[in-house]
């Protein structure tokens, strides 16, 4: 379980890009975060990775704190970020294997090999990083970071980049991972993907979390896309798209 509890962070003394934010994550959720570009989902995100250092609030997985367990926490999760940076000079193979052993998770060929063949990735694993595109590179790192296995899974707008079948096999593979009781929370702006695919939305506007819970709870009889423009007055969303 990710409880984060009346997290604040500020880069710029006085203008606070996170206010006051609390969101608990069950185990077994597949939670949305959505707002507009600026919102605070990324700065929420590398804080519950334990990468980015703030001074209000408490974020614990599993009831132990970022803080003070950081190693420990970083060892059951995984996080998929939004510009994927890999090792050029390795090969592809060589950084989903460099990966699985810092987890210490043994190498399964069979698991990746069928993995890596649905996101059409796998004709491409001896070749180096370097000359992948944006969508290979970000193709590898999922690879890499179910390959391990984490109880939890973050990804920041893990759909940018990825090809359409790619994108249908992600989605398929984060049902499937989440229905094991694994937890993923992950950003993304394709409000009807995750209108379809989460049972858990939180919404995020200018650093204030300003709803969250059950998507149906959250949506009831309307669109995702619905709610999101109500909040976000139409006007304001349309121009930041
Ligand atoms: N390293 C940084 N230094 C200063 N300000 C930052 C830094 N990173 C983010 N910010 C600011 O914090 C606020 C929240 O940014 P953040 O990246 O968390 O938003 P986001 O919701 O992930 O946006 P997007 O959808 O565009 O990825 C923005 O005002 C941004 O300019």
New binding site residues.
């Given amino acids: 379980m990710i409880e984060i509890k009346n997290f604040s962070k500020s880069?710029?003394k006085g203008v606070k890009?996170?206010d006051d934010l609390s969101l608990t994550i069950e185990d077994g959720d597949l939670c949305a975060f959505v707002?507009?570009?600026?919102?605070?989902?990324?700065?929420?995100?590398k804080a519950l990775m334990g990468i980015l250092p703030f001074e209000d609030g408490e974020i614990l997985v599993d009831g132990k704190n970022i803080k003070s367990n950081p190693v420990e926490i970083k060892k059951m999760m995984a996080y998929v970020p939004?510009n994927p940076e890999v090792y050029a000079f390795m090969k592809g193979i060589d950084y989903i294997k460099f990966i699985l052993s810092i987890y210490g998770v043994p190498f399964n060929e069979g698991e990746m090999e069928a993995f890596a063949k649905e996101l059409e990735i796998y004709n491409a694993l001896g070749d180096l990083v370097s000359s992948y595109s944006h969508g290979m590179k970000q193709k590898i790192v999922l690879l890499a970071a179910f390959l391990h296995h984490p109880k939890i899974l973050v990804l920041?707008?893990p759909f940018v980049g990825l090809d359409p079948k790619a994108t249908h096999i992600l989605k398929e593979k984060m049902k499937e991972y989440t229905q094991a009781g694994n937890t993923i929370f992950f950003?993304t702006?394709v409000l009807e993907v995750a209108e379809k695919l989460c049972n858990k939305v939180a919404i995020?506007k200018q650093?204030k979390l300003v709803a969250s819970g059950a998507m149906e709870e959250v949506i009831k009889d309307h669109s995702l896309e619905d709610v999101f423009l109500e909040i976000f007055d139409e006007k304001e969303a349309l121009s930041n798209e």
Wanted: no cysteine.
């Fill in positions: 880069y710029v890009a996170v707002g507009l570009n600026g919102a605070g989902k990324s700065t929420t995100i939004d920041d707008e950003s702006h995020i650093g």
